[in-house]
């Protein structure tokens, strides 16, 4: 007898898009958290977040850091799964611990929820998540990865995929 294979939970891991340049912004005496997306950087993110529609057929979270860039990231992916619940997190933020916050994804108990934040933040939750502490994704803005969960609990994921933000666009 064959018994199908049941995921607990899927978490997409999404990186923001291009934002303004930091050094730039941090001159003209601006506080970083509202840096934006580039007018190139929504552009790519949206095509990105087409490409994800591809792979992913439904969300049921989108969470974001609450940094303009993360919050509008998230809103690009929020146009492609209109039924996923939009949150903000404070332990996506990039200073945020993340064993905290893999604890509060895992918390949300969706089958499909999406994080988008920054690195290398998103590369420690990932390596939370799969139980690789000092895990070292190049995780490209408006790149992505897939982690799987058989149980919804840290250090037992399974990356399933990781992808450039140009090979997102392509697929779509």
Not at 43 to 71: F, H, M, N, Q, Y
Not at 106 to 123: C, Q, T
Not at 129 to 155: F, R
């Amino acid at each position: 007898m064959r018994f199908a294979t049941f995921k607990a939970m899927e978490v997409l891991v999404f990186r923001h898009g291009l934002a303004g340049d930091k050094e730039k912004w941090r001159a003209a005496g601006r506080d970083d958290a509202q840096r934006p997306l580039t007018p190139e950087g929504r552009i790519k993110t949206r095509k990105a977040a087409d490409g994800l529609a591809e792979l992913v057929d439904r969300l049921d979270v989108i969470a974001a850091s609450p940094l303009t860039r993360a919050e509008q990231t998230a809103d690009a992916l929020a146009s492609r799964f209109k039924r996923a619940q939009r949150m903000t997190l404070d332990e996506l933020r990039p200073e945020a611990d993340p064993a905290k916050a893999a604890a509060r994804v895992l918390a949300l108990r969706a089958k499909r929820a999406a994080v988008i934040g920054h690195e290398p933040h998103l590369s420690a939750l990932i390596g939370v998540l799969l139980g690789c502490e000092d895990l070292k994704l190049d995780l490209k803005k408006a790149g992505a990865c897939l982690v799987e969960l058989e149980t919804p609990a840290a250090g037992e994921g399974k990356l399933t995929w990781l992808l450039t933000p140009k090979q997102l666009r392509a697929l779509r």
